[in-house]
């Protein structure tokens, strides 16, 4: 079975830092793209990063471009997105989605399994 859990989320105030987790069982991690979407309330998910499956090439969404970066640890199955300069419209459940395609996309459909969500919260 496969399982994504994404951890990492909380309350935190504008200026501030997170690192999200998404630990991935279940699949050949290497052969996987991995992305975090997001999703404030009454808004539809939305892409913030993603890394893919080979060069470790990364994506970011133009609004957390400079302050959010993507990483991967293959040994450990892990993939993280260390989030600095949070601001209050960073506010949101955020997913971690794993994808067997190469390179990168914001595309849901593209995505094969997903987490089950971990909320961040900025405070201003």
């Known amino acids: 079975e496969v399982q994504l859990q994404a951890s990492g989320g909380g309350l935190v105030q504008a200026g501030g830092s997170l690192r999200l987790s998404c630990v991935a069982s279940?699949?050949?991690?290497?052969?996987?793209?991995i992305g975090w979407f997001r999703q404030a309330p009454g808004k539809e998910r939305e892409g913030v990063s993603c890394?893919?499956?080979?060069?470790?090439?990364?994506d970011y969404r133009d609004s957390v471009r400079g302050r959010f970066t993507i990483s991967k640890d293959n040994a450990k199955n892990t993939v993280y997105l260390q989030m600095n300069s949070l601001k209050p419209e960073d506010t949101a459940v955020y997913y971690c989605?794993?994808?067997?395609?190469?390179?990168?996309?914001?595309?849901?459909?593209?995505?094969?399994?997903w987490g089950q969500g971990t909320l961040v919260t900025v405070s201003s």
């Open positions: 890394i893919s499956s080979r060069n470790n090439n990364t």
């Open positions: 989605a794993a994808g067997k395609f190469y390179g990168t996309t914001w595309n849901k459909s593209w995505y094969d399994y």
């Open positions: 279940g699949l050949t991690f290497e052969y996987y793209a």
